[in-house]
């Protein structure tokens, strides 16, 4: 495929762009990332003769200065949003749909205002950005103002929009002809918040056949939803909101049985289609499944979160995980397992009993295997601690993880990463050990599918290795 000719521009300020856009309404495309704008342009079903580049116009970036927003430019790069321990640990339905878009050398490219602007049914930033009640700034050239010196400086227009305003249809958006989006504004949330976005696609690089976003707000004893809000991507011409579903829960207690009645409501929002990548009725299923989900685990993050608010007290902790460093402020019942899944996005850190009995969670603290469910987060101060990401040394696994694998020791993988970590420890601890020790090390963690005789291979190939090495 073939660019056809067109001009290419480059403005240093949003004056400069803005006057070449009001110049040129109807024959022209703004260039963000390009992921999207230059497939279009091979395929000719846009032929602008003018392009132009929004790259120097400083429009990325996030900003936390403000103590009520988030600021995030326009031109902001999805991978820049995806390893953001911010936007981590203070929008995580953010950081769930960035982290699951496409692959990682397009989200190294793709903005979140060029997602926002295609707006198709399925962007994945759409729901997470309605749950939270975003607003968008566009701005637009208005008329020379003269100053006290008698001179003459372009001004721009700043325009506020709604995210439930911004999306008309397929492809459609609420920006003007002469408008440039630039930034997102994210409203801090209040205490005893939590949210998430689930996504059902066919492959990892797919777009979703249904997305959905959700966000619980507690009460302060905990026990009752003073507000809920639900977003369904990829079930109507545009992005929406559950508003049935969302009023059911508010005031209520979040029984299981009020969860479903809310999942069921979200279809009353819906009209899904049927296309090639699955039917209307498989959608309508979907729905429910992944809004019940999304439900639950956004309640149990509003259980143990404390973001916006001041009822519980803080805990400031230096803390070194996988040999980076970290000072975070953590709440006096966090587990060290919440901090790592929800605060560090170290998921391979599993969650299984909560009590110590399965393993699961095992992680390596100053040394020793410990059961990161058992930890309080503000014991951590001063420790060094490693997970199962950790062992990946230069985008190379660690030899217990290649023995795992060539051994067959994993087959539904949840216990894997704890029984690897404690193995680890051992191997540290006696690099040659005997199978009675093996046995010793990881009579902590429960198996219930693979067996242990290929774990317990899989422990001396990795020793064998280690020592040849």
């Known amino acids: 495929m073939i660019l056809h000719d067109f001009d290419y521009f480059r403005p240093a300020t949003i004056a400069q762009a803005l006057s070449l856009l009001e110049a040129n309404p109807d024959s022209c495309c703004l260039l963000g990332g390009g992921t999207d704008l230059i497939v279009r342009l091979k395929q000719g079903r846009l032929t602008p003769k003018i392009v132009i580049d929004l790259k120097e116009l400083n429009l990325s970036g996030l900003s936390f200065a403000s103590n009520d927003v988030c600021k995030i430019g326009a031109l902001t790069t999805l991978r820049d949003i995806e390893i953001s321990p911010e936007i981590a ?42 749950v939270y009640e975003a607003s968008l700034v566009a701005e637009s050239p208005s008329a020379d103002k003269v100053n006290q010196n008698k001179k003459t400086k372009p001004v721009s227009i700043r325009r506020n929009i709604s995210i439930r305003q911004f999306f008309n249809g397929p492809g459609l958006n609420s920006l003007n002809q002469n408008e440039i989006l630039t930034e997102v504004l994210l409203p801090l949330l209040p205490a005893r918040t939590g949210s998430t976005y689930l996504k059902l696609r066919r492959t990892e690089k797919d777009i979703a056949i249904v997305g959905v976003a959700a966000l619980i707000t507690l009460d302060s004893q905990g026990t009752h939803c003073i507000d809920a809000k639900i977003a369904l991507g990829a079930v109507a011409s545009t992005p929406v909101r559950a508003s049935a579903a969302e009023e059911l829960l508010r005031g209520r207690p979040l029984t299981d049985e009020i969860l479903n009645m809310a999942a069921k409501a979200a279809l009353l929002d819906a009209k899904p289609i049927d296309d090639f990548r699955a039917s209307a009725r498989y ?187």
């Open 283 to 469: 959608r309508r299923d979907m729905i429910k499944e992944l809004t019940l989900r999304a439900l639950r685990t956004a309640t149990s993050r509003a259980e143990s979160s404390n973001k916006g608010g001041e009822d519980k007290m803080l805990h400031t902790i230096n803390v070194e995980v996988n040999g980076e460093k970290y000072v975070l402020e953590v709440t006096s019942k966090e587990t060290l397992l919440k901090m790592l899944r929800q605060r560090l996005n170290l998921t391979g850190t599993k969650e299984g009993c909560g009590t110590g009995d399965c393993g699961a969670c095992t992680v390596i603290m100053n040394g020793r295997p410990v059961n990161s469910c058992l930890v309080l987060a503000c014991e951590t101060d001063g420790s060094k601690i490693t997970t199962i990401e950790g062992l990946v040394k230069n985008g190379r696994l660690h030899p217990l993880q290649e023995s795992f694998i060539n051994e067959g020791s994993v087959q539904c993988g949840f216990c894997s990463p704890g029984m690897i970590m404690s193995a680890k420890a051992l191997l540290d601890e006696h690099p040659d050990p005997t199978e009675d020790e093996i046995l010793t090390a990881i009579a902590g963690n429960l198996c219930r599918c693979t067996g242990y005789l290929k774990i317990i291979k899989a422990v001396k190939t990795a020793a064998r290795k280690m020592e040849e090495a």
């Open 89 to 130: 640990s203070n929008y995580p339905a953010l950081h769930e749909a960035v982290t699951h878009m496409a692959s990682k050398q397009i989200r190294s490219r793709a903005t979140i205002g060029g997602n926002l602007c295609n707006a198709a049914p399925s962007a994945d930033t759409a729901p997470p950005l309605l």
